[in-house]
T-cell receptor, first 115, second 116 residues
């Protein structure tokens, strides 16, 4: 299995600012995923990031609000832009386990509070 | 599109009692099913998965799940729970037709609370 780290682990931000979350994997992976988990809720997929191409966003999420970078096969960033209190959530990155496995491995998450 | 329904938002149980967490999914030609656990302030950890073959799947920490195609269910069970099993449990489905990568769709989660 892959070991995934995220930075920061938590942050408190002011309304209107932006935060960039980093996701680092200890091995090369093709697909990386970003999820949002609002308080007391399940996980919602924000976008899928494939190295070397533009991220694919799910319905309800747009690139201007959640720009994603994927510069190489072990790293990705998610930026939460122009934040409002409604963006207070846990943001998790995950990676595809690879061909024939179908599951995903998850990072520990970034707990974001917007005041 | 695939969907997952977890029928119980919270399940309280006493230590050493058996537990079943229920999960139903929408029908599909081919489906892969997963149970994840999230301990407080942590990410998600895979408990078990069903891809094909035997319908009874055994996972970590003494958990098992049974795939029932006719009832489109994938219920999670443990014969005797411990205090340390207190966590949020998520059922997820991967639609094998989702365009070349394994998009996971999660249920709403079930909070298992084990009491002494």
């Amino acid at each position: 299995s892959a070991v995934i780290s995220q930075k920061p682990s938590r942050d408190i931000c002011q309304r209107g600012t932006s935060l960039t979350i980093q996701c680092q994997v200890d091995s090369q992976v093709t697909m990386m995923f970003w999820y949002r988990q609002q308080p007391g809720q399940s996980l919602t997929l924000i976008a899928t990031a494939n190295q070397g191409s533009e991220a694919t966003y799910e319905s309800g999420f747009v690139i201007d609000k959640f720009p994603i970078s994927r510069p190489n096969l072990t790293f990705s960033t998610l930026t939460v832009s122009n934040m409002s209190p409604e963006d207070s959530s846990i943001y998790l990155c995950s990676v595809d386990a690879g061909r024939g496995a179908y599951e995903q491995y998850f990072g520990p998450g970034t707990r974001l509070t917007v005041t | 599109a695939q969907s997952v329904t977890q029928l119980d938002s919270q399940v309280p149980v006493f230590e050493e009692a058996p537990v079943e967490l229920r999960c139903n999914y929408s029908s599909s030609v081919s489906v892969y099913l997963f149970w994840y656990v999230q301990y407080p302030n942590q990410g998600l950890q895979l408990l078990l998965k069903y891809l094909s073959g035997s319908t009874l799947v055994k996972g970590i920490n003494g958990f098992e799940a049974e795939f029932n195609k006719s009832q489109t269910s994938f219920h999670l069970r443990k014969p005797s729970v411990h205090i340390s099993d207190t966590a949020e449990y998520f059922c997820a489905v991967s639609d094998s037709r989702s365009g070349g990568y394994n998009k996971l769709i999660f249920g709403a989660g079930t909070r298992l609370a084990v009491h002494p």
